[in-house]
């Protein structure tokens, strides 16, 4: 199974300021076809999950231009250019490359 | 606009099976891939299973293969998880989730609100 670590798991912000979390997979998530399949995901408090960003760097319907991800291989980062006091939550990353799909521990992002 | 609505969680005593539904709207439901994935509480995300469109390719977590069948009802735009076996450890909020299309990935992009299995004595 692919492992996805992210790191950090917590992480007080300030609103205005960017963030950054990084994700780790054991195996590369670049496909044949060029992608790379690495979700993220944002579970506001007491919400179901919503998609932010897949095939790495993709951004979701509906989902703020302050929200982008990057990377390529193993290493992948999401990036909150000027955090908001709605961003709050825990962030996961995904990757959907193989079965069975695996998550991240999650990212706890709170306002300082 | 696309909805799930997820049922058929519960109370349940362990070795017991449960069934869920997650009902699908909003979306030609035939034309996309469906996922399960579940939350213990306060835990993480961990995905259970999916089922490709037609229902002709399933893919199951190691813990819950053998014990956890998917399967779906494109007429009646339905999504089914039927839980065997059930053991304390899934104990969980289940979500179903609009996954792919057989020739566009594009992540789970709709998630149910979730339906809560409790599996204790």
């Known amino acids: 199974d692919i492992e996805m670590t992210q790191s950090p798991l917590s992480l007080p912000v300030t609103p205005g300021e960017p963030v950054s979390i990084s994700c780790r997979s054991s195996?590369?998530?670049?496909?044949?076809?060029?992608?790379?399949?690495v979700d993220w995901y944002l579970q506001k408090p007491g919400q179901s999950p919503q998609l932010l960003i897949y095939?790495?760097?993709t951004r979701a319907s509906g989902v703020p231009d302050r929200f982008s991800g990057s990377g390529s291989g193993t290493d992948f980062t999401l990036k909150i250019r000027r955090v908001e006091a709605e961003d709050v939550g825990v962030y996961y990353c995904?990757?959907?490359?193989?079965?069975?799909?695996?998550f991240g521990q999650g990212t706890k992002v709170e306002i300082k | 606009q696309v909805q799930l609505v997820e049922s058929g969680g519960g109370l349940v005593k362990p070795g017991e099976s449960l069934r869920l539904s997650c009902a699908a709207s909003g979306f030609t439901f035939s034309g996309y891939y469906m996922s399960w994935i579940r939350q213990a509480p306060g835990k993480g995300l961990e995905w259970v299973s999916y089922i490709s469109n037609s229902g002709s390719t399933v893919a199951y977590a190691d813990s819950v293969r053998g014990r956890f069948t998917i399967s779906r009802d494109n007429a009646g735009n339905s999504l089914y998880l039927q839980m065997t076996s059930l053991r304390a450890d899934d104990t969980a909020v289940y979500f179903c989730?609009?996954?792919?299309?057989?020739?566009?990935?594009?992540?789970?992009?709709?998630w149910g609100q979730g339906t809560l299995v409790t599996v204790s004595s």
């Open positions: 995904m990757q959907g490359l193989q079965t069975p799909r695996t």
């Open positions: 195996q590369s998530l670049l496909n044949t076809n060029g992608y790379n399949y």
């Open positions: 989730a609009r996954d792919r299309q057989p020739s566009r990935y594009g992540g789970n992009d709709y």
């Open positions: 095939l790495g760097s």
